[in-house]
């Protein structure tokens, strides 16, 4: 058997295709290996819900006998990890919590079929926040698995609520990761753990199989390397689906060339989001990871989002569906057997809110939805940092208010929830360090814009090397 | 001093409540203030009656 050097843990996914079509090592190799250190480290930093390994040799020996014979795959031998409210047949699929902690599955979310037909190959289901907490969680311990811990800091959290998906690329466990996102949670622990992470526009791909937590806001998209390897796994999981009623019934295909030259591309951004919205610690990197994008020679535009209370609008929303959705866990009183008491008492919360709130706040979310799209006709994409500051304590509290002073400028502050009302898609790039941990930037764009996004952040990451850089791992494996 | 079965049920009721951790009453009183905040800001928006929910019903 070949020994795998440490690199081949952080490669991009078009490196390992290349090199396991030169037979440099086998899939079956390339898989034992990641399974071993998904098995190893993944539990060290509660990343890991539940191993494949079994399945994904079984998987890779196909693999290798496939590309024997010279018939290739996209993602073929490529190992990869699912948030665990993504269906994997006849596996556990806890959606991170005790409640669920049996529950398995007869058929897989369309989205692992996806990557099946692609050849990648799933090696294990990923920690999460439990629910991926619709309920509001207090804690990062709010999982099944304890709180996710960051790779770079194991005093410092993940990310949530796809934990366990940020800490696996990050952590060089897995290739790439799916993750799902209601408000936040690809980009944040993609930010967090200084990944790149793509949110797409929704309905661009299935979430037949995946837990909902609100119907009106979920979308499933990858966390990765880079740009890139984000727009490959996008490409194999996008499409139309009947059995998601949500599905727009659209596909997507990286074409960089059809992309706008960055000098044709309008950029708005905000400069208090970079000066004072952002914690002291952060701002020196955020502001030259704007500097960078100025210098690829992007038109700039100062703009400004419009006004309105976007956490409360989408907490509505989402207490509406997330009370109908789990209204069976919490009636049951089974609730409390979840580990975070906010996240408790806002899901029983939730089944007291009246129809009429819900409806008047998805009135307010089609005054969003008009009012975005204006501010997109001056502009191509929005830039902003992913968020304001580097991850925070495992212990501190998560809704503790900011200590700092409100600026006076609105910038594009509230741009995560208001980016998903609005179901626009969005990159989160790595772009430097503060107090030791990764920070980042997005870039937003209009809905179908992922290629736009893709082709900017790629230009962005090759001019930096912030998504190439790793925690120091030297692990040796049995 | 006498005390029947049913005011001893009462007493040990009584104090198994105030014993309860008042965490969890504060908890729910937090997320229902949190469900008030919102409704409170959502009130401020003016919403013309054309203005339909984000959401279409397909026949």
Known sequence: ?478 | MAITRRELAGLLAASAAVAAPQGDDEETRSAHEALEQNAQQLDKIPLPMATEPACHFKA
């Open chain 1, 1 to 478: 058997m070949a020994t795998l050097n440490d690199n081949v843990f952080f490669a991009g996914i078009s490196d390992l295709v290349k090199r396991l079509r030169a037979k440099e090592f086998s899939a079956v190799e390339l898989t034992r290996a990641f399974c071993e250190r998904l098995e190893k480290i993944g539990p060290t930093y509660n990343a890991l819900a539940y191993s494949l390994k079994k399945e994904a040799i079984k998987q890779a020996k196909d693999a290798d006998d496939e590309i024997k014979r010279e018939r290739y795959r996209a993602l073929q031998g490529i190992p990869y990890g699912v948030k665990d409210l993504v269906a994997v047949a006849n596996h556990p699929t806890t959606w991170g919590a005790k409640p669920y902690a049996d529950q398995v599955f007869d058929d897989n979310a369309t989205v692992v079929n996806k990557l099946n037909k692609a050849g990648a190959i799933c090696i294990g289901k990923l920690a999460m926040v439990e629910l991926a907490g619709g309920g509001g969680y207090r804690y990062p311990s709010a999982s099944l698995t304890g709180p996710g811990l960051n790779p770079w800091d194991r005093t410092r959290w993940s990310g949530g609520s796809s934990s366990g998906s940020g800490i696996a690329v990050a952590a060089g466990l897995v290739t790439f990761a799916l993750g799902s996102e209601t408000s936040g949670s690809i980009l944040t622990p993609s930010a967090f753990c200084g990944v790149t992470g793509l949110r797409p526009s929704y309905g661009l791909v299935s979430r037949h199989g995946c837990m909902a937590l609100s119907w009106t806001l979920d979308k499933i998209g990858p966390l990765a390397r880079s740009a890139e390897d984000c727009a490959v796994v996008l490409q194999a999981i996008s499409g139309g689906d009947s059995d998601d009623p949500g599905s727009a019934g659209k596909s997507f295909y990286y074409g960089p060339e059809y992309a706008k030259k960055p000098k044709d591309v309008v950029v708005g951004y905000a400069p208090a989001d970079f000066e004072e919205w952002a914690e002291p610690p952060a701002r020196p990197d955020l502001q030259n990871a704007l500097s960078v994008v100025k210098s690829m020679g992007v038109q700039i535009k100062e703009v400004e989002l419009p006004d309105f209370p976007y956490g409360a609008i989408l907490s509505t929303v989402l207490n509406g569906e997330m009370g109908a959705i789990f209204e069976k866990l919490i009636r049951s009183g089974r609730v409390d057997e979840l580990a975070d008491k906010r996240q408790i008492a806002g899901l029983k919360a939730s089944l007291e809110l009246p129809a009429s709130e819900y409806l008047k706040a998805m009135r307010v979310r089609s005054m969003v939805q008009d009012q975005i799209r204006r501010l997109f006709f001056n502009v191509d994409v929005l830039l902003a940092p992913t968020r304001m500051g580097p991850a925070p304590k495992v212990t501190d509290r998560l809704d503790a208010p900011s200590a700092r002073p409100r600026p006076q400028s609105r910038g594009l502050n509230g741009l995560i929830p208001a980016g998903n009302l609005a179901g626009y898609p969005a990159i989160s790039l790595p772009c430097g360090f503060a107090e030791k941990l990764p920070v980042a930037i997005s870039f937003v764009g209009r809905p179908w814009f992922e290629n736009q996004l893709v082709a900017l952040g790629a230009a962005f990451q090759a001019q930096t090397d912030w998504h190439k850089r790793h925690p120091d791992f030297r692990v040796k494996l049995a």
